[in-house]
């Protein structure tokens, strides 16, 4: 840090948008599927070193770094499952359908004032807990084997742990390898929980001490949800995987100099409203003001009314709502919420004199709100219960209008809401055999539901809520119709601790939702399929069916394949509607079916009193939950303990796996970086559209059996069960390139619909995107991208940038970009060009057949319009005609990325550079070269 970067700082009111500062955080959060490319870089670094002459052992993270492995947990076992789930592991368990009892009574679980129960407790000791309810179910709660809370179905868990182990073994011997090797690193082993989960309950410090120094606790990661902990008072948001290598090396974040918006909160919130309901009103709210880019921070009367679980979930949406970060500052309910989740007392008085002395800490009685960019105002009394879908988070729909909005869904055209169904296919129904009855199907049936993601697990209150809905539903003779998938993944064991221990997760499991493991499934794509009765149910009738969760994205294709309507829920309206049966219906007029004496029970009627929910919420979430968190945390598992893993510098590369492999980008490694060459003659490998995300460009979820990534596999003698997804793949660069614009729903002008197809031009042949680029890498020709506005929005995904590049691709043109995305395509090597305002490929003609010339200056100054030189392509077959041709050319777009340019220019990305000093030769690895400080 400069003394220029200071005052640029403290001049913020002239500064802003135009000046860059360096920002150092204190650490670095992975998860598994970012986590496992940015640790097989680094392995590979060592090889790169000890290749030009280095010694391979001097390559560490420099910064902290904290790796959880959350996302390789995939549902092959739940109620309706369990009896066709795969025994890939084969080990311990029986076959699927064949469970072994585990019937062991749970242990009494503290209540306030007691100690929690450390280690593995005698199975004969445990018990009820005393303030769970008087009435219980059958099948009472039993010991999940890996959190040794109750659980109704432990052997669920397990065998899902079971076959979790066993696909991804590689990789966890990959994982413990380099928690070994490597300093700074700490690997938080599978079934822990979630990561951001984990960074909230077990990671955080808020106030960091160090050689006697006191500062406040920042992290950065690979995760755009790691904003989470910004409703604890740490400043944290997620970045490209790249630039989190370039963290690890001890370099620092370059931003611009931000923004920082002021959002007051006035108010309370209804009784009826959830806090996801004020999520979700906000995040509305906030992009129709517009803060993309922007830092948010929440103020104003409100603000108390919010528990720290409420701000957390509130944070850990502002990526869909496009700011950087969400910014709640340390106050007395952060303090007493740190009190009772286990800091110590002397600790937490330290903190808060720090933190007052250094005017970080928010006082309602003295406010003293320092001055922002902007504020702008809400009104949480204005928010009502909502849903948000059918196929993107912002499309925000109130409970009350459910029904109409989905009827006018069929009838728009296909497009972000729309599915176009004819007016009289709208009311086909459709018979289903199920497991010996019959039940019918129809547009707005619910076959998928599921209680998912850290945005809703991690708050008590909407989990308890659920839960309360659930025994009150029992209670009522209510059920789910079996042929639904519901599935229940907390964030951690303190979900299921709390659930257990207040009597309502029975109830949960009555109605199907079964807790299935700990970590990321439904949510990233990570689910069982559909019954084939229910597959071909839904075939027949080319029904418009819905899946309902409460998670944090609903993009198309995320869910499953066949399941067209996505809609992201509070978890209480999640088992409301899975009761229901449809999203077809209005909770007001409508009921949820019939009691016992055929009286008609509606929402309201079972909808848990605020009150009630927030008695349970003190009275069960308390000290010992997060204290026997953490327990497991540093204990791990038996079979994390029990993995054996190698112990040598450099990692010993099997050349037979499909899950690690040394990647190809040090394949041409020089000690200097070569410059970046001009574009002669590119042909366009896609044209493509508005927010495409990159999901679309690297899907996360499974892969395909007809994909190029399949054939693969297959041919190194896998079978399709053994594919797993793409995101535990992410270590294996041949499968991530032949995976990248593998999506299915894919639309590429070139082919006319959803589709992971593109024309290969000089032969005029249909072929998978992988297939085409890699006949144009054997001709020599240069290939660039065509797309619309919000090109790399959703998740940050390092591969969406790699696999392009490792596909030839040279340069992007888009009308705009996601930031995190765009830096990705910068680091990689990719120019991301952006159209003159107002201006696009079709507004100037372009068809997508031409070719395409572009030359660099060697100095390039933030907004220089470069010349793009646009040619009808002679090598074009002739069953591809130039259509739309306009004549146009040259045409010009802007390069609007300041101070990134470098890092294009000189191709430095991934690439290891001697860094000569006058005392010795130190070895650093130029992932970046975002920062002015970076060579």
């Known amino acids: 840090m400069k003394k220029e970067d200071v005052m640029n700082i403290l ?22 599927f970012t986590g496992i490319p940015a640790m097989v870089d680094f392995a590979a670094m060592r090889e790169a070193v000890k290749a030009l002459g280095g010694d391979p052992k001097k390559v560490h993270p420099a910064c902290p770094t904290d790796l959880t492995v959350d996302h390789s947990l995939q549902i092959d076992f739940s109620k ?66 890996f959190h040794l809370q109750p659980v109704p179905e432990p052997e669920t868990v397990l065998k899902n742990q079971e076959v979790e182990f066993g696909r991804n073994r590689e990789r966890l011997q990959f994982f413990k390898w380099s928690s070994r090797v490597f300093k700074n690193v700490a690997v938080i082993p599978p079934g822990t929980g979630m990561a951001h989960q984990v960074n909230l309950e077990y990671l955080s410090r808020v106030v960091s001490e160090e050689e006697n120094l006191l500062f406040p606790d920042s992290v950065v990661g690979t995760d755009s949800h790691i904003t989470m902990v910004n409703g604890l008072g740490i400043l944290g948001w997620g970045v490209g995987g790249i630039e989190t290598e370039a963290v690890m090396l001890g370099l620092p974040v370059s931003l611009t100099l931000p923004e920082v918006v002021g959002c007051e909160l006035m108010g ?66 952060t303090l007493k919420h740190l009190e009772h989740t286990g800091f110590d007392k002397a600790r937490l008085k330290s903190m808060e004199t720090y933190l007052k002395a250094v005017k970080l800490f928010r006082n309602d009685q003295n406010p003293g709100e320092p001055e922002y960019s902007q ?81 809703n697990n991690c708050n008590p209150s909407v989990m308890l809520a659920a839960g309360l809905l659930a025994k009150k539903a029992v209670e009522a003779g209510l059920r789910v119709k079996p042929y639904i998938r519901t599935s229940l993944s907390p964030g951690s064991g303190m979900v299921t601790h709390y659930l257990s221990s207040s009597g309502v997760l029975p109830y949960l499991s009555k109605l199907g939702f079964e807790i299935v493991g700990y970590g990321c499934s439904t949510c990233v794509g990570n689910t069982a399929p559909l ?29 499953c394949d066949c399941v067209r309507a996505n809609y992201l829920a509070s978890p209480p309206l999640v088992v409301a509607y899975a009761i229901a049966g449809t999203v077809d219906i209005d909770f007001l007029t409508e009921p949820l079916g019939t009691d016992s004496t055929g009286k008609n029970i509606y929402l309201h009627d079972i909808w848990p009193d605020r009150e009630e929910v927030h008695r349970i919420e003190e009275e069960h979430v308390i000290f ?60 366009v490998l896609l044209h493509l ?6 999901d679309h460009i690297s899907p996360a979820g499974s892969i395909a059996r007809s994909s190029a990534a399949a054939k693969y596999l297959t041919n190194r003698g896998l079978t399709p069960r053994e594919f797993n997804s793409y995101g535990a793949r992410r270590g294996n660069d041949a499968v991530m390139t032949r995976g990248t614009f593998a999506n299915i729903k894919l639309f590429n002008k070139f082919i006319g619909k959803p589709a992971p197809k593109t024309i290969h ?175």
């Not at 009111?13 to 598994?32: H, M, W, Y």
């Not at 004969?124 to 009435?135: K, N, T």
């Not at 819905?546 to 995320?558: H, P």
């Open 11 to 32: 001049d913020w009111k002239t500064k802003q948008s135009n000046v860059e500062v360096p920002f150092f955080p204190a650490r670095v959060l992975l998860q598994d």
């Open 531 to 559: 019954s084939e009765a229910v597959l071909n149910a839904v075939k027949q009738g080319d029904l418009v069916t819905c899946g309902v969760f409460s998670g944090n994205k609903n993009f198309e294709g995320r869910l």
């Open 761 to 935: 031009f000089p032969s005029g042949q249909t072929l998978d995107v992988f297939e085409a680029a890699e006949l144009y890498q054997k001709e020599g020709i240069p290939l660039i991208i065509l797309a619309g506005k919000k090109y790399g929005s959703g998740n940050s995904r390092d591969w969406a940038a790699k696999g392009p590049y490792l596909l030839g691709v040279k340069a992007v043109l888009a009308e705009s970009y996601e930031k995190i995305h765009k830096d990705h395509l910068i680091g990689i090597g990719i120019v991301p060009l952006q159209f003159l305002p107002g201006e696009n490929a079709e507004s100037l003609g372009l068809s997508g057949r031409e070719t395409f010339s572009l030359t660099f200056p060697e100095e390039l100054c933030p907004g220089t319009a470069l010349t793009v030189k646009v040619y009808p392509s002679p090598q074009v077959c002739a069953c591809a005609p130039l259509a739309g041709w306009s004549g146009k050319q040259p045409q010009r777009v802007a390069y609007q990325r300041r101070h990134k340019w470098r890092g294009v220019r000189r191709r430095c990305v991934l690439h290891p550079a001697p860094v000569f000093t006058s005392r010795s030769v130190k070895w650093c690895c130029v992932l970046h070269l975002c920062s002015r400080r970076a060579v």
């Open 624 to 683: 010992s939950m997060f204290k026997s968190l953490k327990e497991k945390v540093e204990t791990g598992n038996k079979r994390w303990s029990s993995l054996e893993a190698p112990d040598s510098a450099l990692f010993p590369w099997d050349v037979k796996s499909t899950y690690i492999r040394c990647p190809s980008f040090f394949d041409k490694l020089t000690k200097e970086p070569v410059a970046l060459q001009a574009i002669e003659n590119a042909h």
């Open 80 to 145: 309706c499952a369990i009896q066709n789930a795969p025994n890939p592991g084969g080990g311990e368990l029986q076959k699927a359908g064949k469970l072994s009892p585990l019937r062991a009574q749970p242990k009494k679980l503290p209540c306030r004032g007691q100690t929690a129960c450390r280690g593995p407790c005698d199975s004969a000791d445990l018990g009820r807990h005393p303030g769970a309810f008087a009435s219980q179910i059958e099948n009472t709660p039993i010991l999940c084997p």
């Open 268 to 333: 309370s919130s209804n009784p009826f409203v959830t806090s996801i309901d004020v999520v979700l009103g906000i995040t509305k709210h906030l992009r129709q003001v517009g803060v993309a880019g922007k830092f948010v921070e929440f103020f104003g009367s409100g603000v108390s009314q919010l528990s720290i679980v409420d701000r957390t979930t509130i944070a850990n949406m502002c990526p869909e709502y496009g700011a950087v970060l969400s910014f709640f500052p340390v106050d007395n309910v």
């Open 375 to 455: 504020v702008i105002q809400i009104n949480l009394n204005s928010i009502v219960a909502s849903v948000s879908g059918p196929k993107r988070p912002q499309d925000r729909v109130a409970v009350t209008d459910m029904k109409s909005d989905f009827q006018a869904c069929l009838n728009e055209k296909v497009g972000f809401k729309g599915f176009q169904v004819a007016a009289e296919k709208q009311k086909d129904v459709v018979s289903l055999h199920y497991e010996g009855s019959e039940y019918k199907l129809s547009h707005g049936s619910v076959v998928i539901a599921a209680v998912i993601s850290c945005t």
């Open 689 to 694: 559209g508005d927010s495409v995300t990159t």
